[in-house]
């Protein structure tokens, strides 16, 4: 069974946490994880925005009777449902 050799292991080990420290502090990489930051804020306001839209036009067209101009395969029920008033045993 081949030995671990400390001393080796120890001064690599060293040596890539010198190495991650200096990529983690490069001026680009900063740069660009407060980009990614600001853009990662911008995406969870832009999607509750779209989550409150879609949720108001919902609540929209629950209130109105069926579109005279949309293709029905069966005729609506009046006023439109949710969810179904029947369970299956």
């Not at 395969?73 to 449902?81: E, K």
């Given at each position: 069974m081949a030995?671990?050799?400390i001393n080796e292991f120890s001064a690599q080990a060293g040596g890539l946490a010198s190495r991650a420290n200096?990529?983690?502090t490069d001026p680009a990489v900063v740069k660009a994880?407060?980009?990614a930051w600001v853009d990662l804020?911008?995406?969870r306001s832009s999607c509750a925005v779209l989550a409150?839209?879609?949720?108001a036009a919902w609540?929209?067209?629950r209130a109105s009777g069926p579109n005279a101009t949309a293709y029905q395969?069966?005729?609506?029920?009046?006023?439109?449902?949710d969810r179904p008033t029947v369970v299956a045993p």
């Open positions: 030995r671990i050799n200096q990529v983690r994880a407060q980009d804020k911008d995406a409150r839209e879609a949720n609540q929209r067209t395969a069966y005729s609506a029920p009046d006023p439109i449902q």
